[in-house]
């Protein structure tokens, strides 16, 4: 039996392609590829390429929504003409997980509720946002950040596998648009399929490895309690300050500018490019005086503003819990390992039958 809901439709995996096709009508076509094991966003042109089961991509999608390496602009020193050469165009980033939604939430909120960014906001009023439901690894813990799902707030659509097709919610007018302008590939939704995305999304939670999430209860409190905790001074050892850990992540947004003069010393241009908080030069200001000398202080650092800086900037957590940055580190330091050691507990299975046994006495 149909039935009408007007926000979700059924997309049979068999127009799966021809919906990635149709998808190119609104934009420059970027998704997930697979290149030697790993996963990457790319520029798709061959939709048999688009990779749907995957874990996560070494770089989140926010490389299309903030270069890692951009022109402001660049002018002419005699004549002193300025040249803007920003032409975003219109891009569809299908296949983003709901932790790299949220993250995508993270940077509106940073680029644009105070004083917003020109074109962080044109990029984004160019960019269609479609989800893909996800099956979480052992790196993952969006369950404890609260991130395991779509808040609704800045995707058009998202895909939830429920078998041999997608269950396919609305969440705004462009997704609407979408549907409409592809309608032949989409089918009302019958009280199967509805009663198969409730037991797919209730069972997502048992996907992970309950005993080995985070427990990020009063975080903020935790981590500004252990400021002087020896934990990091532990941690750090192992540190290579390399940054990986932040420029993979899909909620960091630091950035630096510098001026290149071109060979024959004419044209200067002003290039922007992503930078991290775990480069020892990242503190140094003018007068030569580094604020973070110390490799533990530049460590401590990210996790203090993950988990406190960011409440009070934008009142969310600044980790969506992909796990990106224990991955990809190469030093191996696990943030849920970290986040553990400061609360005093590196095993919760032990806590509890802890707990058990005293309450039981
Ligand atoms: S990726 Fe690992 S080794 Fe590199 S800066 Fe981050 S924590 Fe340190
Ligand atoms: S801090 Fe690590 S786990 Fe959290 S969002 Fe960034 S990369 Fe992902």
Not at 164 to 169: E, Q
Not at 234 to 246: I, M, S
Request: aromatic content about 12%.
């Amino acid at each position: 039996m149909e039935f009408h809901i007007d926000k979700a439709k059924v997309l049979p995996k068999s127009n799966f392609r021809l919906f990635l096709e149709g998808l190119k009508n609104f934009g420059v076509l970027i998704a997930p590829k697979k290149k030697k094991e790993k996963f990457f966003f790319d520029v798709i042109d061959d939709t048999s390429e688009v990779e749907v089961d995957y874990t996560r991509t070494i770089l989140p999608p926010k490389k299309f929504l903030i270069p890692y390496r951009r022109e402001r602009f660049s002018y002419d020193v005699e004549t002193l003409e300025f040249k803007d050469n920003f032409t975003p165009e219109n891009q569809v980033i299908f296949g983003i997980h709901s932790c790299d939604l949220h993250g995508i939430s993270i940077l509106d909120s940073v680029y644009l509720k105070e004083n917003p960014d020109p074109r962080y906001l044109e990029v984004r009023k160019r960019t269609v946002l479609i989800g893909l439901s996800c099956k979480p690894d052992d790196f993952c813990f969006c369950l404890s950040t609260g991130t395991a799902f779509p808040d609704g707030t800045n995707w058009d659509l998202f895909l939830t596998d429920i078998g041999s097709d997608y269950f396919v919610t609305i969440g705004s007018p462009k997704g609407d648009e979408i549907v409409i302008s592809l309608k032949g590939l989409f089918r009302e939704i019958t009280k199967e399929d509805l009663s198969l995305y409730k037991k797919s999304t209730s069972q997502k939670k048992f996907l992970f490895n309950l005993d080995k999430l985070p427990d990020l209860g009063r975080i903020s409190q935790v981590i500004e309690l252990e400021y002087d905790s020896e934990v990091w001074e532990e941690e750090a050892k192992k540190c290579l300050g390399c940054g990986t850990c932040t420029n993979v992540c899909p909620t960091c947004f630091c950035y630096t500018a510098v001026d290149i003069p071109d060979l024959n010393g004419k044209k200067i241009s002003r290039v922007e490019f992503t930078t991290s908080c775990q480069y020892p030069y990242y503190s140094l200001v003018a007068g030569g005086h580094y604020f973070k000398p110390k490799r533990s202080a530049r460590f401590k650092h990210r996790y203090y503003h993950k988990f406190v800086g960011y409440s009070y900037q934008i009142e969310k957590l600044g980790c969506v819990g992909c796990g990106r940055c224990s991955a990809e580190c190469p030093a191996k330091i696990s943030m849920v390992e970290t986040i553990k050691k400061l609360r005093g507990v590196e095993d919760e299975k032990e806590l509890r039958e802890a707990f058990n046994e005293t309450s039981t006495d």
